[in-house]
């Protein structure tokens, strides 16, 4: 009810209201589309360079983790590599430590002299590598741990396993593996609770391959971090470290650290990058050599606020955008109708009979030319009633030639001129040219000839051609190639300028800079063919498809109207194998010929 009134108030009868209305609500939803598109466009960049920081994250972890693990690895395979270190390594872990001193002092003052110490070796190692906490070396047969600290300690533990939990906990896996270290042995060898993660290696007797023992290196947890240094800033979420059992190794929120992670059995279902329970995302990484997977979660609120500036500044923007939207158009059209409401008080003066009334309006576009044309009108009638005798037929002969000013399209052409020559004197060069332009092209269609030849049709796409010319500058240009022979052709208007036309709203790309279309005429036998040919965005096959079979199976209500007129005038004006052929590339181009008869002058 509230609706109905205001528009039966404001609107029914406002034509200008009525234009202010719609379009405002054309631009508020234009603008409304256009931001929201671009938000889900912008804040899926967002989103996607927030993944792509935590997976290189990720990334980064996993190869300072990996990098580890072959340190270890490497550690063993240079044992093995020399023959000697890897003979007294395999006596070190099979026989007490006294036996292995002895054994060492024999070799000394023996013939082969001093040999590579295997408790000197693993010193030298744990000390190349700062990030080691403690390297172990524990003896299946001895039942013992020789442990080396970060002070350069040696260590030699007993861990029998009547007394101990360690022999139990150090039961031999068939593949290395980094895992949180045992608590058992952490508390043998006087571990601080620190985060750390191990590497356990089997150790084998190299001739006769029997298992002796196992090589235990305990890395500081907190050095992972290092390896997140390029990223800190722009790190959302948590980074954490999962062994294959899926105990956290490392966490960047200190939450689960030593402790199953909770989503463990989500997290193995994900394949690379997924979603989790209560809308985390999480991108994982899995080392199958280390048993080790590396993983970032991140939560909905923490995604969400990557875009929430990209969010506020689209809305702030699209808010100005309706404002101007509305203010602008509104202003202009309110200063229109003010002008327009002035001529119609103006009419009303002169319904009543004051001759004398004027327009007060200096102004030379079309309105002021209206106002100009009514006061000089009422000059005009003041003198003719000043005329008794002549006055009735001299009144008939002003309404006849007011009302064929109003149909003549001459009253057209002249005020595109006076238009062409306001742009001019103000300076504008271009839209004077597109007047001018128009103006001819206009008047080429408006006048009657009694042969319409190709030279005229292709005079007038050359000036439908030239105003995008001008509209695109350095992005648009055109050919036409006729031989003089083929000027004097008739043709029927309209022939060719519907192609043009829809090259310009369909085919152009006005992002690209090199947009040509060309126009050619040549000869084919007692044919004639013109053939248009563009770079432009080309058609999709289904569609070239439907449009092909359109032109010989029309439909009323189809599409292509143009092309569909000029297909079905040549073959009513010349026979069925003349008409219109279309080739299509989509993103390559477009060629459409049309074939006539060779008849007129050039015939």
């Known amino acids: 009810m509230i609706i109905g009134k205001i528009y039966r108030k404001y609107f029914k009868n406002n034509l200008f209201m ?47 983790i990996s990098g580890k693990y072959e340190s270890v690895q490497n550690m063993m395979r240079d044992v093995y590599r020399d023959s000697e270190l890897a003979n007294n390594t395999s006596f070190f872990m099979e026989h007490p430590y006294e036996e292995y001193v002895r054994f060492r ?62 022999p139990d906990a150090m039961y031999l896996e068939e593949e290395a593996q980094v895992s949180i270290p045992n608590i058992w042995v952490r508390k043998v060898i006087d571990l601080p609770d620190e985060p750390m993660f191990s590497l356990r290696v089997p150790v084998n007797n190299k001739q006769s391959l029997r298992n002796i023992g196992q090589l235990l290196v305990y890395f500081d947890g907190r050095q992972i971090w ?7 800033d722009d790190l959302k979420g948590t980074i954490v470290v999962l062994s294959a059992d899926g105990d956290v190794l490392f966490d960047t929120s200190n939450m689960f650290y030593g402790r199953e992670y909770p989503y463990a059995e989500q997290i193995h279902s994900i394949y690379d990058t997924g979603v989790i329970d209560e ?23 923490e995604i969400a606020a990557t875009y929430e500036g990209v969010r506020k500044s689209i809305i702030m923007i699209a808010l100005m955008c309706i404002l101007v939207a509305i203010v602008a158009p509104s202003l202009f059209i309110g200063n ?40 000089d009108m009422l000059d005009e009638l003041n003198l003719y009633i000043d ?46 040219e597109m007047i001018y332009s128009l103006s001819v092209l206009f008047k080429s269609y408006v006048q009657q000839k009694s042969n319409y030849t190709l030279k005229d049709e292709l005079e007038a796409c050359r ?17 036409i190639h006729c031989d003089k022979s083929f000027e004097g052709i008739s043709i029927f208007k309209m022939s060719l300028q519907p192609i043009i036309e829809n090259y310009i709203l369909h085919g152009m790309r006005p992002d690209r800079s090199d947009n040509h279309i060309g126009i050619s005429v040549q000869s084919y036998g007692e044919d004639c ?43 009513l004006l010349y026979g069925e194998r003349y008409g219109l052929g279309i080739e299509s590339e989509e993103e390559r181009g477009t060629t459409l010929t049309v074939r006539f008869p060779q008849m007129g002058e050039g015939g």
């Open 463 to 479: 000036l439908y051609l030239e105003l995008f010319r001008i509209r695109y500058k350095d992005k648009f240009a055109y050919t």
């Open 529 to 571: 063919v013109v053939e248009v040919r563009d770079n432009g965005k080309g058609i999709h096959p289904e569609r070239l498809e439907q449009i092909v079979m359109g032109l010989d199976h029309p439909d009323e209500n189809a599409e292509s109207f143009g092309l569909r007129s000029i297909h079905e005038r040549l073959k």
């Open 279 to 301: 809308g985390m995302t999480v991108t994982k990484l899995t080392q199958s050599q280390g048993g080790f997977t590396v993983l970032s979660a991140v939560p909905e609120e």
């Open 387 to 432: 005329r008794v005798l002549k006055a009735e037929i001299k009144q008939k002969r002003t309404e006849l030639a007011a009302l064929e000013a109003r149909v003549n399209p001459h009253f057209l052409y002249n005020t595109l001129e006076v238009i062409r020559m306001r742009a001019i004197s103000q300076g504008a060069g271009d839209v004077a």
């Open 105 to 166: 002092l024999d070799k000394f003052y023996s013939d082969i002299g001093a040999t590579t110490d295997a408790v000197q070796f693993f010193r030298n190692k744990m000390e190349d590598d700062p990030d080691i906490r403690s390297l172990i070396l524990y003896s299946a047969d001895q039942q013992h741990l020789y442990a080396y600290n970060q002070h350069k300690q040696f260590k030699i533990i007993e861990t029998n396993a009547a007394r101990s939990f360690v």
């Open 226 to 232: 290092d390896s997140l240094a390029n990223y800190r």
């Open 336 to 375: 229109f109708a003010k002008r327009i409401y002035n001529i119609i008080r103006f009419t009303r003066k002169v319904k009543k009979g004051d001759l004398k009334a004027r327009i007060a309006d200096s102004r030379e576009d079309e309105l002021g030319q209206i106002s100009k044309s009514f006061d």
């Open 18 to 64: 009525k234009m202010i209305l719609f379009f405002s609500i054309v631009m508020i939803m234009t603008i409304i589309t256009f931001s929201y598109l671009m938000f889900l466009s912008m804040s899926e960049a967002a989103v996607q360079r927030q993944m792509n920081i935590q997976k290189r994250a990720v990334e980064s972890v996993s190869n300072y």
